[in-house]
C-alpha cells in the first residue's frame, strides 16, 4: 500500500507570512496532484506535477516534485487569509487510483 | 456545467437502517469514484467505475457497502445495515480524458 505522510498536520499562521508544506511517501508515484479543500466542499485539483525535479508555479504557491518522485512540496509566499484549507497531496503508480495523503489544515489569520 | 452532484447533502440514520447515497457525474465523464473521508483515516477510495463497469472496489470496507452505476449519470452508494463507524463524508468524483478529478459537495452522514 502506498502511504503519503505530510506534514506538518495543522499550521496556523499570520497573513503576509511564508510556509512550506511537505508530502513523503517511500513509494515511488508516476504523477502527483496538490487539491485544497475548503470547509463543506470537495477537494479541489491545484495542479499535477508528472516529472522528478518538476517546478510549478501557480500565482503565490510553488510546487515542486522530487528528482525521485518520492515527495513533493509546496510553498506559498505572502499567506492570505483565502488561502485557508485543507491542502492534500495525491498520487498516482500510473494506474486511475489516487492515494491521497494525510493533509494538511491551513488557517492563516488577519 | 453543473459540476458533480450528490444526494442528499446531510443523512442522520439509526444504526441498522439501509443508506443510499446518490451521484450524477458530470456529463461526458467516464470514470466515476466513490471516496469516505474520516478524520482518522484522511479520503480513502472506496470504489471506481469506468464506463459503467465497476474496476476495482478493493477498498469497500465490507459487504455492507455496495455500489452500482446503472447508466453513465448515475450512480449509488449502499450501506445496508449502517453502523456508527460508518459516519462520514461521501464524495464522489468524475473524471474525463484529463487526469483532473472533479469531486461534488459531499454527503455528510451521521449513524446514530
Known amino acids: 500500500t502506498q502511504l503519503l505522510e505530510q506534514s506538518p498536520q495543522f499550521l496556523s499562521i499570520q497573513e503576509g507570512e511564508n510556509l512550506t508544506v511537505y508530502c513523503n511517501s517511500s513509494s515511488v508515484f508516476s504523477s502527483l496532484q496538490w487539491y485544497r479543500q475548503e470547509p463543506g466542499e470537495g477537494p479541489v485539483l491545484l495542479v499535477t506535477?508528472?516529472?522528478?525535479?518538476e517546478v510549478k508555479k501557480l500565482k503565490r504557491l510553488t510546487f515542486q516534485f522530487g528528482d525521485a518522485r518520492k515527495d513533493s512540496s509546496l510553498h506559498i509566499t505572502a499567506a492570505q487569509p483565502g488561502d485557508t484549507g485543507l491542502y492534500l497531496c495525491a498520487g498516482t503508480g500510473g494506474g486511475n487510483k489516487l492515494t491521497f495523503g494525510t493533509g494538511t489544515q491551513l488557517k492563516v489569520e488577519l | 456545467d453543473a459540476g458533480v452532484i450528490q444526494s442528499p447533502r446531510h443523512e442522520v440514520t439509526e444504526m441498522g437502517q439501509e443508506v443510499t447515497l446518490r451521484c450524477k457525474p458530470i456529463s461526458g465523464h467516464d470514470y466515476l469514484f466513490w471516496y469516505r473521508q474520516t478524520m482518522m483515516r484522511g479520503l480513502e477510495l472506496l470504489i471506481y467505475?469506468?464506463?459503467?463497469?465497476?474496476?476495482?472496489d478493493s477498498g469497500m470496507p465490507e459487504d455492507r457497502f455496495s455500489a452500482k452505476m446503472p447508466n453513465a449519470s448515475f450512480s449509488t452508494l449502499k450501506i445496508q445495515p449502517s453502523e456508527p463507524r460508518d459516519s462520514a463524508v461521501y464524495f464522489c468524483?468524475?473524471?474525463?480524458?484529463?487526469?483532473?478529478?472533479?469531486f461534488g459537495p459531499g454527503t455528510r452522514l451521521t449513524v446514530l
Open positions: 467505475f469506468n464506463n459503467n463497469v465497476p474496476i476495482d
Open positions: 506535477v508528472v516529472t522528478g525535479g
Open positions: 468524483a468524475s473524471r474525463g480524458t484529463s487526469n483532473e478529478q472533479f
